[in-house]
């Protein structure tokens, strides 16, 4: 499969937390060219702060690589990981990340700030942006304006 492939995957979980209103982000996780973990938010259905599309995934793949070093995985979502999922993914040591629509508010990645240039860490990974971007950004930004129709 290609990125491009993979990115499809996200999205197929981004439109599924959209059908359960939440903000659709969607992620898989890459190793050895399979899928090993999918997820989407769920932060209104569990109430929970850090049920993020990528933690929720990040947990997945360590439990089905029996370890909490992803090394050998790439992380693809739809939007640009926020600060917390950027600490996940160093946490995980995961080396790769792939995004589709950056985000300006939260964006660890460049969009609000870039965690990879603060000096200090010990894993840093490589980032890849705009992959599908016009596709993950039209999602969101569909599911943002139904939802402000619906609270007028």
Same mark, same amino acid.
């Given at each position: 499969?290609?990125?491009?492939?993979?990115m499809?995957?996200?999205?197929?979980?981004?439109?599924?937390a959209?059908?359960?209103?939440?903000?659709?982000?969607?992620?898989v996780i890459?190793y050895?060219?399979?899928?090993?973990a999918?997820?989407?938010n769920?932060?209104?259905?569990?109430?929970?702060?850090?049920?993020?599309a990528?933690?929720?995934?990040?947990?997945q793949?360590?439990k089905?690589?029996?370890?909490?070093?992803l090394?050998?995985?790439?992380?693809?979502?739809?939007?640009?990981?926020c600060m917390?999922?950027?600490?996940?993914i160093?946490?995980a040591?995961?080396?790769y990340?792939?995004?589709?629509a950056?985000?300006?508010k939260f964006?660890a990645?460049?969009g609000?700030?870039d965690?990879t240039?603060?000096?200090?860490f010990?894993?840093?990974?490589n980032?890849?942006s705009?992959?599908?971007?016009?596709? $993950?950004? $039209?999602?969101?930004?569909?599911?943002?304006?139904?939802?402000?129709? $619906?609270?007028?």
């Amino acid at each position: 499969m290609k990125t491009t492939e993979f990115m499809q995957e996200a999205l197929i979980e981004a439109k599924k937390a959209y059908k359960i209103n939440e903000v659709p982000v969607g992620c898989v996780i890459v190793y050895q060219g399979n899928i090993i973990a999918r997820a989407h938010n769920s932060k209104e259905s569990d109430q929970h702060a850090c049920a993020h599309a990528e933690v929720l995934a990040i947990t997945q793949a360590n439990k089905t690589l029996k370890s909490w070093r992803l090394e050998d995985c790439t992380l693809v979502v739809t939007l640009e990981p926020c600060m917390m999922c950027a600490g996940a993914i160093q946490q995980a040591r995961i080396p790769y990340v792939v995004y589709g629509a950056q985000d300006k508010k939260f964006g660890a990645y460049g969009g609000c700030f870039d965690s990879t240039l603060i000096k200090g860490f010990n894993h840093y990974p490589n980032v890849s942006s705009g992959v599908l971007e016009e596709e $993950s950004t $039209s999602l969101l930004k569909s599911f943002f304006e139904t939802r402000r129709k $619906s609270k007028q």
